[in-house]
């Protein structure tokens, strides 16, 4: 855990962060599946820490939106958190993690979240907040520390991690059809 | 138990109650259709019923999977009394994928049974427990995108930014046509069967549904695991894809990948998109929403007459691909009907003023203005459509041409009126699966090794990915417990074999329980022949089995698995048999035996043909097996031989008692017992 952080002063940016290329994801769920699974344990959306949200009858690309944590530099969730339950582990990258024994489940910090929908989640069983913790804590499924279940398993590549912090919120957003394979597919690339 | 939801909902149309039945009372089935026929035999009482009798009971099952990470398995049944068979309206079964059999897990359920019929139209709204009825007399009359739309308008979007998810049908299901679909989002259909008529007959518009909870997992890792091996080993790298030509065309394999083919018209404004949980993601989705989310034969049903008109595939395509899904009609009959009906018009039949008397624009076929005209008619059974609407078999009834036209192959409806998909007369075991049961098997498990990949290949002057000795190597590998290399000999010699009666059965058994009741997609599953995997080796059937015992923590060996395919197929053939099933009426029509099947050309210029594997002479090749047609002696020594492997008296084709307590199903051998001998007196 982070420890106590003094909210006055910055805080500590994160160092690896989730990216994504909207306009390839293809809206399976795999993603929020495999968290959900390696978090809880449970195969479900609801506890899942990256949402994905598609209408199927809408127009390509607007009809995806890939919402993903972005482990923010100045945090709202954690400036909104009023038990302290919100901390920064610079042991795993800098990631804004919740600490579940401490999170009373009064859902400030997922109203703060800029971001809609929230990239914080309530789950109702627990009574308790979530959100992505760059795969901190998965007991459910072992794995190499970085490696992140959502980008292990995205069948097309649509997720990645950077080291580098994304510029701006477009920062977050990029083009992943790398390597050729997308337009072999006579999928568009640009 | 593990992958269960964990509850069966009881929908009562009639008196608009519910009723919740724990669902380990049926685990033995595991879900989908095996759970879906145990409530049917157990809550519909006569089974001689018909399709729109009130006291028909449609059951819809996600199948065990559906919910979970594994690939390509978010997917359910529906079985009832089918509308579209002919001439008997048997027990039927139809499939469709998308979000919904997901969120029905979430919501709780692992069926919903829909019991009686309501006295206007009603809309059936599932959110988590609470389950609610909706006056739809708004809704009836809308298309299915506006119905689903407007219900979704109703619900709202989820502060975690998901969209309601809808079943509905539009005008063809509430004007009882027997090919109307349940539309589910733009492409996802139960498609065959005739439920949409069903549904209609029951006033019953809509189901939507809005699920919070989830599916309880054995192993969850594993279970990632799992999931993570199938897909890094055995399917397409989107970022390098080593494309093989054949897989461009055809997605039934594991390692197939998104076609360029259903949507050509619309090339760089749409992305793949996928089924929840799918690994695959075969269907396009565009920026025009032409064509959205169609694949497979929506996608094509109108592509060769637009091509033919046009000299290309245009918008028209997707316009017409779109038209099927908002009226609610079956792609496979609007493709035949479009087929037969010019046969009818260009030999005098039908038209202005002929036999047929129909103000069709028939000369616009491949324009827009016909295909419009044409749904429409069917849709709102105007003119010709009130015929078409029943199907086509009863249509050619009405118009006093069905012998002829089953005797010259002018109507290819080899099953049950089923419109011809795989030629039973190439792909025989195709024939036979459709014939033993009720419907188009639509099943693609030997498809790949059997046609797709040597035909392709050798029209297009390249050597197949695998030889016919080595394709005939890996079913003796993976089709246990068979593991009979001369399944896959398509000579002429071996179509009324023991051998081929395997294949049928294999293809019998492995569907029944790992597509239709555990729920894996038939575009991925079963994978024999895979050009990703180790010496182009699919992971059938280790796959499977990792995928079951991640997800229910059960052990389970892969001939135990066929063995439970081969349950449920009998409890099937108990209620075919209740319906009076015999074998003297599993036989193809006069065309399958008295005309040559004649291949196709799928490159210009070039002869039709269809090249499988054959084993002559003690050495296996591809060989082009057309022209060629069935014996009928052949086809009746090849149902004896089906009849007693499966252990079923050869007289009449139903299943002896012997064989059913064997299959621990003394209370259904019991029932069909009952029915013998009240026939007999």
Redesign the interface.
């Known amino acids: 855990m982070g420890g106590t952080l003094d909210l006055e002063a910055d805080l500590p940016e994160a160092s690896l962060f989730l990216i994504s290329d909207p306009k390839k994801c293809t809206g399976c769920h795999s993603c929020m599946v495999t968290c959900a699974l390696a978090h809880e344990g449970k195969a479900q959306f609801s506890s899942a820490r990256i949402l994905i949200s598609e209408d199927r009858f809408g127009s390509f690309p607007i009809d995806i939106t890939v919402g993903t944590c972005r482990q923010c530099k100045d945090p709202a969730c954690l400036r909104a958190c009023q038990e302290g339950a919100i901390s920064v582990d610079e042991e795993h990258f800098g990631a804004r993690v919740i600490d579940p024994d401490l999170c009373t489940g009064c859902r400030r910090c997922m109203r703060a979240c800029h971001f809609y929908p929230s990239r914080v989640r309530f789950m109702r069983e627990a009574k308790r907040t979530v959100k992505c913790d760059l795969c901190r804590d998965t007991p459910h499924w072992k794995h190499e520390k970085g490696r992140l279940a959502c980008v292990e398993v995205c069948p097309v590549n649509a997720l990645a991690t950077t080291t580098e912090p994304p510029l701006g919120l477009s920062g977050y957003e990029v083009n992943l059809r790398r390597g050729g394979g997308w337009s072999k597919l006579d999928l568009p690339t640009g | 138990m593990n992958g269960h939801a964990g509850t069966i909902l009881r929908i009562d149309l009639t008196h608009k109650t519910t009723e919740l039945i724990p669902t380990e009372r049926y685990e033995e089935w595991g879900g989908g259709h095996g759970l879906a026929a145990a409530l049917f035999f157990d809550l519909v009482p006569d089974k001689t019923i018909g399709c729109f009798d009130p006291r028909n009971t449609l059951v819809i099952a996600p199948g065990l999977f559906a ?3 594994v ?1 390509g398995s978010s997917r359910a049944e529906m079985v009832g009394i089918q509308a579209q068979s002919y001439p008997q309206e048997w027990f039927g079964r139809s499939n469709c994928g ?2 919904f059999p ?1 969120m029905l897990k ?1 919501a709780g359920y692992d069926a919903v049974v829909i019991e009686g019929a309501a006295d206007s139209p009603t809309w059936v709204h599932i959110s988590d427990a609470s389950v609610t009825f909706h006056d739809a007399t708004g809704l009836w009359g809308l298309n299915t ?1 506006d119905a ?2 407007a219900i979704a308008g109703k619900i709202g ?1 989820t ?5 309601p998810v809808v079943l509905a049908i539009g005008p063809a299901g509430e004007n009882l046509s027997r090919i109307a679909s349940i539309q589910h ?2 492409g996802c259909a139960f498609g065959q069967g005739g439920f949409g008529g069903v549904w209609g007959s029951k006033k019953l518009k809509a189901i939507s549904m809005m699920g ?6 054995a192993d ?2 594993g ?3 799992a ?2 091996w199938s ?1 890094r080993i055995y ?1 397409y ?5 080593r ?1 093989h030509q054949w897989q461009e065309f055809i997605t039934s394999h594991f390692g197939g ?2 076609n ?1 083919q259903w949507v050509p018209f619309e ?15 075969c269907k396009p ?5 032409l064509g ?2 169609a694949h497979c034969i929506t996608a094509l049903f109108y592509q060769d007459w637009d091509l033919a008109k046009h000299g290309q595939v245009t918008e028209i395509s997707g316009k017409a691909a779109n038209l099927l899904g908002e009226l609610g009609i079956n792609a496979f009959e609007a493709y035949e009907a479009v087929t037969y009906l010019n046969a009818l018009h260009e030999s005098g039949v039908l038209g202005k003023g002929k036999h047929v008397d129909t103000s069709l624009p028939l000369e616009d076929i491949g324009e827009l203005r016909f295909v419009e005209d044409l749904l429409h008619r069917i849709a709102y059974r105007i003119e010709i459509g009130d015929d078409l609407a029943e199907g086509l078999p009863r249509a050619a009834e009405r118009w006093g041409r069905l012998e002829q036209d089953l005797t010259s192959g002018d109507l290819k409806a080899p099953f049950w009126g089923y419109p011809i998909h795989y030629d039973p007369r190439t792909e025989v075991y195709w024939g036979y699966a459709s014939l033993l049961t009720s419907r188009d098997v639509n099943c693609h498990d030997f498809n790949v090794a059997a046609f797709w990949m040597p035909t392709l290949d050798i029209m297009n002057d390249r050597e197949p990915l695998l030889t016919a000795a080595e394709v005939a190597e890996v079913i003796a590998e993976k089709a246990v417990p068979y593991c009979d290399p001369l399944m896959i000999d398509f000579s002429d010699e071996n179509l009324y074999s023991i051998h081929m009666a395997r294949t049928t059965a294999w293809l019998l058994h492995y569907s029944l329980f790992w597509k239709q009741s555990c729920g894996l997609c038939d575009n991925a599953f079963a994978d024999f022949i895979n050009p990703y995997g180790p010496n182009n080796r699919g992971l059938t059937p280790e796959g499977e089995i990792r995928f079951y015992q991640a997800v229910t923590g059960r052990d389970l060996d892969f001939a135990e698995s066929l063995e439970a395919g081969r349950r449920i197929l009998n409890l099937d053939r108990v209620i075919w048999s209740l319906q009076g099933r015999h074998r003297d009426q599993e036989v193809f029509p006069p065309f399958v035996y008295e005309v040559d099947a004649v291949g196709t050309s799928y490159v210009p210029g070039k002869d039709p043909a269809y090249y499988c594997p054959v084993h002559v002479n003690g050495r296996w090749s591809y060989k082009n097996v057309v022209p060629r047609r069935l014996d009928r002696a052949g086809v009746e020594a090849f149902k004896t031989l089906f009849y007693e492997l499966e252990g079923w008296d050869p007289e009449s084709g139903r299943p002896t008692a012997d064989t059913l307590r064997s299959l621990d199903l003394a209370r259904e051998a019991a029932e069909l017992d009952r029915a013998n001998s009240g026939a007999a007196a």
């Open positions: 919910g979970t990470l690939p998308g979000r997901a979430y995108y689903q739309k979007v502060k975690d930014g998901e969209h989002d733009a919070t909870g989830g599916v309880p997992i969850p890792g279970l990632v695991d999931r993570l897909e399917s790298d989107a970022d390098m894809p494309v990948h998104p360029r090339k760089s404004t749409r992305r793949t998109s996928g089924c929840w949980n799918c690994h695959l993601n989705k565009t920026a025009s929403q959205n989310s």
